[in-house]
């Protein structure tokens, strides 16, 4: 059974703390994402990475960064938390269906973590 | 900037009856995918639809991508309370990138 697993469901940080976000896929998927969901605006890219140490910014990139130092394991990093990055995240991973091709293949999610930033 | 229009927001049914729910953008795509999530978890994929006007079926659901692929739509027929979350279409943006709708909440009440 595919997996996708986070670090925690929920999580309460204070405004300026540094927060770490661990997502891990059993899957050997080269692609890896990380979004964020809010009500009423659906599902917002924040980064990707197609490959180990490769990463790309998505939609909403400021005040995250990201890490990806195995195939199976993409991190997001908040550097210095605020209320306005209250939300839930969304880590999802695929295999690439190649540079050029109709990218069609099924994207596996996590959980989702819950946060807080008080 | 591509958009993803899904309709209703909200919907609340009583368990039998059938729904529509649509994704609309002005953008052509490739191929265009619908997920379900439930309280308290990802989202998981129930189809992926790539040909103009083709027809899915899955079980009670059946989705259409629409002849000029810029829209989708989603049919329930015969609700039930399982069929409660949200639903969520999305579509590729770039090589490695999908873009999501804001999603459809359907509550089915027994």
């Known amino acids: 059974d595919v997996k996708v697993t986070q670090s925690s469901r929920y999580l309460v940080k204070r405004t300026g703390e540094k927060v770490f976000l661990e997502c891990v896929q059993d899957?050997?998927?080269?692609?890896m994402f990380w979004y964020r969901q809010d009500p009423g605006l659906g599902l917002r890219l924040i980064y990707f990475?197609?490959?180990?140490?490769?990463?790309e910014k998505g939609d909403i990139p400021e005040g995250y960064s990201v890490s990806r130092e195995k195939k199976e394991r993409f991190s997001l990093i908040l550097e210095s938390a605020s209320t306005n990055q209250t939300s839930m995240y969304l880590c999802?991973?695929?295999?690439?269906?190649?540079?050029?091709?109709?990218?069609?293949?099924?994207?596996?999610f996590g959980p989702g973590t819950r946060l807080t930033v008080t | 900037t591509q958009l993803l229009e899904q309709s209703p927001q909200f919907l609340s049914i009583q368990e039998g009856e059938n729904l529509t729910v649509y994704c609309n953008s002005s953008?052509?795509?490739?191929?265009l995918q619908w997920y379900r999530q439930e309280p308290g978890e990802g989202p998981v994929l129930l189809v992926t639809?790539?040909?103009?006007?083709e027809v899915k079926k899955l079980k009670r659901l059946t989705f259409q991508f629409g002849d000029a692929r810029k829209d989708s739509s989603l049919h329930i027929t015969a609700a039930q309370p399982g069929d409660t979350g949200l639903y969520l279409c999305?579509?590729?943006?770039?090589?490695?990138?999908?873009?999501f709708g804001t999603g459809t909440r359907l509550k089915v009440l027994a």
């Open positions: 999802a991973s695929s295999f690439s269906a190649g540079f050029g091709t109709v990218f069609d293949y099924e994207q596996y």
């Open positions: 953008s052509v795509f490739s191929s």
């Open positions: 639809v790539v040909t103009g006007g």
């Open positions: 990475s197609y490959d180990v140490k490769m990463k």
């Open positions: 999305a579509a590729p943006s770039g090589t490695y990138k999908y873009i």
């Open positions: 899957m050997d998927h080269e692609n």
